[in-house]
């Protein structure tokens, strides 16, 4: 079973970016559509972007409205591995920022198509 451990989160002035990543522990990524949902205090989960299952050739990505343009979600598989490049980074991008693995192939924004999640790694912007 995918276990998912996410790596890379912190504090960041506002502008800045930073990557955080997701990594299967047991490498098994094949078959799976990846997510990353976020949570900040007092909010509910939300979707950020997912991205869809490829054995070759290019990906589809989905993205909230809210980080269109300035976030990328990006997966290696060779390493069972996701990103999300974080750019422009706003004091509202402020979270715990969660990786979820689907089982659709297609990328999806339904959290609850989501079958695995990882812990969460904070994700902090200063103004």
């Known amino acids: 079973q995918v276990q998912l451990v996410e790596s890379g989160g912190g504090l960041v002035q506002a502008g800045g970016s930073l990557r955080i990543s997701c990594a299967d522990s047991?490498?098994?990524?094949?078959?799976?559509?990846m997510g990353w949902f976020r949570q900040a205090p007092g909010k509910e989960r939300e979707f950020v972007a997912s991205?869809?299952?490829?054995?070759?050739?290019?990906?589809?990505?989905s993205y909230a409205d809210f980080v269109k343009g300035r976030f990328t979600i990006s997966r290696d598989n060779t390493k069972s591995t996701l990103y999300l490049q974080m750019n422009s980074l706003k004091p509202e991008d402020t979270a715990v920022y969660y990786c979820?693995?689907?089982?659709?192939?297609?990328?999806?924004?339904?959290?609850?198509?989501?079958?695995?999640w990882g812990q969460g790694t904070q994700v902090t912007v200063s103004s």
């Open positions: 979820a693995a689907s089982p659709k192939s297609i990328a999806t924004s339904h959290a609850t198509d989501f079958i695995l």
């Open positions: 047991r490498g098994l990524f094949r078959g799976y559509s």
């Open positions: 991205i869809d299952w490829s054995a070759s050739g290019p990906t589809t990505a």
